[in-house]
């Protein structure tokens, strides 16, 4: 079982920016991947990033590459996705997600409860 819980959400203006972070609670997270995703009004939801154990071992979508980065400390057990350049199509709910292994196929069977983020043209 993991539990997940997503911070740092808001209202920020076209081109700022905004760190999300994502504090997970389970035995042997160090097993498991942690991810960002996002859904927008009447969209589905969309995969951002993701991570795996160690710093360095990451996943991007073609999407967000450039300009969002996700990092895991590993003694904290978070999660976070600094996020530059938003513009009002990254205006969304950001979910962070938890999957068992280093498979990056593989589903993410853990989600945090959501957090708003609005960005304002």
């Known amino acids: 079982q993991v539990q997940l819980a997503e911070s740092g959400g808001g209202l920020v203006q076209t081109g700022g920016s905004l760190k999300l972070s994502c504090a997970a609670s389970?035995?042997?997270?160090?097993?498991?991947?942690l991810a960002w995703f996002r859904q927008a009004l009447g969209k589905e939801r969309e995969f951002l990033a993701a991570?795996?154990?160690?710093?360095?071992?990451?996943q991007y979508a073609d999407s967000v590459k450039g300009r969002f980065t996700i990092s895991r400390d590993n003694i904290k057990n978070t999660v976070d996705l600094q996020m530059n350049s938003l513009q009002p199509e990254d205006t969304a709910v950001y979910y962070c997600?938890?999957?068992?292994?280093?498979?990056?196929?593989?589903?993410?069977?853990?989600w945090g409860q959501g957090i708003q983020v609005t960005v304002s043209s």
């Open positions: 991570t795996f154990r160690a710093r360095g071992v990451t």
């Open positions: 389970a035995r042997n997270l160090y097993n498991y991947r």
């Open positions: 997600a938890a999957g068992f292994g280093s498979n990056w196929g593989a589903d993410y069977s853990y």
